[in-house]
């Protein structure tokens, strides 16, 4: 058994001595036993291993850094060599940094250890369960798989963690045929922990399977309007991550393109609005517990009621962008409030639109305009759920569609990852023949 | 507004050999930055089926999203829309596809393949010849299952991973117009050039997301595009084609997804075809 803090203790010795003023070593075994269904049969079971080992150092203001999957002395001494060449080579930039002393910690979430015959047993129920229940399902793929990771990070400032984690993973790509007629693709999944539960009771999977079996005859939207588009909480969750990614971190925040780069503390979205990056939720089974720089999580509020709480910034985006650093820097982990409505009675309420599962778009521009075609969707008329549609598209602006929120469901998905509901969003235009 | 704009410059090769002196670079440079202030001035293109010149970085794109896909046998076996359709119609006479192994148009394919991970030699997969579609992509167990001979496109990406059926140089064929007959023959129309990223599914649907477009009108370009998003169903619309050009543009410089990630060459000519424009 490899002692990994020793390990990581000994390459931050390596760095400091290379030159290195300060340095961080992360170190990971995992372990993946995977079973895989293709075309409705089961095709593979293996367990695989693997093993990585990233080294970052710093000096003055200069950054090296090399990830190698060997523990072998020879190649750590190599790695330390290169990452010190990547020090010398690398331009100047005070902006990065590691985090300060917050001692040493032991975690272990999860399900780290695998029961693999029950898993299998309940793969082969879910497998069954699908044949029986839903009978226009063809299994395209099934990649279910139990994770374990054990991890250790360490610095130069005195944080040393130990992390031991795992999950069962479940994820099918479907859809539904009769005759030569069949449904678009569709794809869901989850983590969990839970082998008790069967499998098709998790997640959203039931839900997706049933409406996908709707979807095999479909009609085209003719011509275009603005309407209310209902998103999935799969699709919510893509288009919410875009929106993050677009306005709240990175380069948009650092270049100063993001429209959200003033907002802190104002209203970015509809008062009724909140969203939390919150990977300690109780339902998310594995949270991120470390920042890349070194800092132990906590959840946030990224917008509360409408206004702009935080941005989504370690040390080296805070610096270069002049804003405060984030309790996390998940841009997964989204959590939302659940609605007073049922999905139902949401619907209700909307005369045109649409109800949409999947979003298969282009990456949305700078300033949030995006634009990509419903799939696995469903026309809304007169408050229920009419024909399912095909060749329709979708178009708005993400900044702009925070602010036409217009409710969410008291249902919530929780997937392991996310906890989101469905959400009602006004203006949006779509278009279609 | 922000407006980006991403171009790949490099191909087949080491960096160190393709980028032995930047200043080889600073032309594309240009043509890049040009391209760029003409988007800032771009127009938000209007939504619904129109007639559009795909450039060959979206044909290549076509091929390998809404087309080869659904002609790999695992995907035949799940249901994909390709199944039934072998030996029939599904595009216009002018098109043809080849997944093309190591070699093309007397040239060494961008990401040439020789052998594959199941050791299957390489050879060239005709998947479309005049708009019927004569042949799957398969492994050694499907070529099996379905009666075919394995043509080399099991391939596997890190050394842990079991080889997948995937494509390797996947593309249309060039045709005998000229683009700028093309452009010229379109009264109210667009010319996309450049594209972010593409998705398919089984049943052939497709969409493209388009980063750099103009306006054509009568016959000429006009304003350039904002960022916009294009879809269709690949046999359907490639039955609308009715010009190709004589160019093929490859482009290699992104990873296919399937479970596991995969370098692939994808490319075609400009096609003039019917396609339903995203927009508001």
Redesign the interface.
């Known amino acids: 058994m490899t002692d990994l803090k020793r390990l990581a203790a000994e390459c931050l010795a390596k760095l400091k001595d290379a030159g290195a003023d300060t340095a961080q070593a992360r170190l990971s075994l995992s372990e993946k036993r995977e079973f895989n269904i293709d075309g409705g049969e089961f095709s593979l079971f293996r367990t695989t291993f693997n093993r990585t080992m990233t080294l970052t150092a710093f000096r003055e203001t200069r950054t090296g850094s090399v990830t190698l999957n060997s523990f072998e002395p020879a190649d750590i001494e190599r790695a330390v060599s290169d990452c010190m060449a990547g020090v010398e080579s690398d331009k100047p930039d005070p902006a990065r940094g590691i985090a300060e002393n917050q001692g040493e910690r032991e975690l272990t979430y999860g399900a780290p250890e695998p029961d693999a015959e029950k898993f299998f047993a309940a793969t082969k129920t879910l497998k069954e369960d699908i044949e029986t229940r839903y009978p226009t399902i063809m299994m395209e793929q099934m990649i279910n798989s139990h994770d374990k990771t054990e991890t250790v990070y360490a610095d130069t400032n005195g944080n040393l963690f130990r992390l031991v984690y795992g999950s069962y993973g479940v994820g099918l790509m479907f859809s539904a045929h009769r005759g030569d007629k069949s449904s678009s693709f569709m794809g869901c999944g989850y983590a969990t922990t839970d082998l008790d539960t069967p499998l098709i009771e998790q997640g959203d999977v039931a839900r997706v399977l049933s409406d996908t079996e709707k979807q095999i005859d479909t009609v085209p939207v003719e011509g275009s309007f603005v309407g209310t588009v209902v998103l999935a909480p799969d699709c919510l969750c893509e288009l919410l991550g875009c929106a993050i990614g677009s306005f709240a971190t990175g380069t948009a925040l650092i270049d100063g393109t993001s429209v959200w780069r003033d907002k802190l503390g104002k209203a970015v979205a509809s008062p009724d609005f909140t969203l939390s990056l919150a990977p300690h939720d109780p339902a998310v089974v594995l949270p991120q517990q470390l920042t890349s720089d070194g800092y132990l999580t906590e959840d946030f509020d990224l917008i509360r009621d409408g206004v702009l709480e935080s941005f989504v910034a370690g040390i080296y985006v805070s610096n270069k962008a002049g804003v405060p650093r984030s309790k996390n820097t998940a841009t997964g982990w989204l959590v939302m409030p659940a609605g007073e409505k049922t999905l139902d009675e949401l619907i209700a309420g909307i005369d045109d639109g649409l109800l949409v599962y999947r979003f298969s778009g282009g990456q949305p521009a700078g300033n949030g305009d995006f634009s990509g075609v419903a799939k696995n969707s469903f026309r809304i008329k007169d408050g229920k759920i009419a024909d399912a549609v095909s060749e329709t598209m979708i178009s708005g602006n993400l900044a702009e569609m925070l602010f036409h929120f217009a409710g969410a469901s008291s249902e919530r998905v929780k997937d392991g990852y996310n906890v989101l509901p469905f959400a009602a969003f006004s203006g949006i235009t779509v278009s279609g023949k | 507004?922000?407006?980006?704009l991403v171009a790949v410059v490099g191909g087949y090769g080491s960096f160190d050999a393709l980028f032995r002196d930047p200043a080889a670079v600073f032309p594309e440079v240009d043509l890049l930055y040009g391209k760029l202030l003409a988007k800032a001035e771009g127009v938000?293109p209007a939504?619904?089926?129109k007639t559009c010149i795909l450039g060959g970085e979206l044909t290549g794109m076509l091929a390998h999203e809404a087309v080869g896909h659904t002609v790999e046998a695992?995907?035949v076996?799940?249901?994909s829309?390709a199944g039934?359709m072998l030996g029939k119609t599904v595009a216009s006479p002018l098109v043809s596809l080849t997944d093309y192994a190591h070699a093309a148009f007397g040239k060494a394919a961008p990401l040439p393949v020789y052998v594959d991970d199941e050791g299957t030699p390489a050879v060239d997969a005709e998947i479309i010849r005049d708009g019927i579609l004569v042949g799957d992509l398969n492994n050694r167990d499907t070529a099996r299952r379905f009666g075919m001979k394995p043509q080399g496109n099991a391939r596997a990406y890190a050394f842990?991973d079991?080889p997948l059926i995937r494509m390797r140089n996947t593309a249309i064929l060039p045709g005998k117009s000229r683009l700028s007959d093309m452009i010229a023959s379109v009264e109210d129309g667009y010319y996309l050039t450049d594209?972010?990223?593409g998705?398919a599914?089984?049943?052939g649907?497709f969409?493209?997301?388009?980063?750099m477009g103009y306006e054509i009108k009568n016959g000429k370009l006009g304003r350039a595009l904002?960022?916009?998003?294009i879809?269709?169903?690949a046999f359907e619309m490639l039955k609308t084609v009715d010009m190709v050009s004589d160019t093929v543009t490859w482009c290699s410089s992104g990873f296919c997804g399937k479970?596991q990630p995969m370098p692939v060459g994808l490319g075609g000519p400009e096609l003039r075809c019917k396609l339903?424009m995203?927009?508001?």
């Not at chain 2, 969409?207 to 980063?211: A, E, K, V």
């Open positions: 507004m922000p407006v980006e938000r939504p619904g089926l695992d995907l076996l799940g249901g829309v039934p842990s079991e594209t972010r990223n998705q599914d089984t049943t649907e969409m493209f997301g388009i980063s904002l960022d916009t998003t879809s269709g169903v479970k339903l995203g927009g508001r």
